[in-house]
């Protein structure tokens, strides 16, 4: 990787960090520049438009999900202990250094849903993604055996992903203390309700 390309992946980084404290649209080239100590000409010549800044922003994160949550995930052996995998990953993601303000995808969701545009699009797409990947994981567990033949795996994504939102929602804005606890219960209620029962 060229000094040019890793200067760059070194401010998406930090700009992803920022993101999660100020949201997408607290996000400034001056703001950033002046979290990093460059020159704002500098970092403009890297994103050229505050909405170019947002998309490569939420690409960053993108890219730092998957190899945080998805990549070791589907490391694990098919089926339910893939699905396992991915909730484990994403309560460890969702408290992770990245996210010291919350969960970045959480925090552009709630700015985004009405705001038409690239950022928007760019959020819409990497959260279908994610759906496909849990219902893809899904459908493992009906291969393997360990979810029942008829299990809808896309009620499966939406309802595990109503999961992770609820655990965000009651551990950053509520402070709840047993949010991750009522989580896990919540998930294996999920798991029992799809199980084979013979799994």
Request: overall charge neutral; hydrophobic content about 40%; charged content about 30%.
């Amino acid at each position: 990787m060229r000094k040019g390309e890793l200067t760059r992946q070194a401010i998406l980084e930090r700009a992803v960090r920022l993101a999660s404290r100020v949201g997408l649209q607290g996000l400034t080239i001056g703001g950033l520049a002046e979290e990093l100590q460059l020159s704002k000409s500098g970092l403009f010549a890297h994103f050229r438009s505050k909405s170019s800044l947002e998309v490569e922003v939420l690409e960053a994160a993108t890219a730092l999900f998957t190899e945080v949550v998805i990549r070791p995930a589907l490391a694990r052996p098919r089926g339910e202990p893939r699905i396992r995998a991915l909730f484990e990953r994403w309560l460890d993601w969702s408290r992770s250094a990245a996210n010291e303000g919350g969960c970045i995808f959480v925090a552009a969701a709630a700015e985004l849903d009405d705001t038409p545009g690239p950022a928007r699009d760019t959020l819409v797409q990497s959260q279908k993604d994610w759906m496909d990947c849990i219902a893809q994981t899904a459908r493992t567990a009906i291969n393997e055996g360990h979810f029942r033949k008829d299990a809808d795996v896309e009620q499966f994504a939406s309802d595990l992903y109503g999961v992770m939102l609820a655990c965000h929602h009651a551990s950053r804005l509520m402070r709840d203390p047993k949010a991750e606890e009522r989580a896990r219960r919540s998930f294996e209620s999920l798991l029992s309700l799809y199980r084979t029962p013979t799994a």
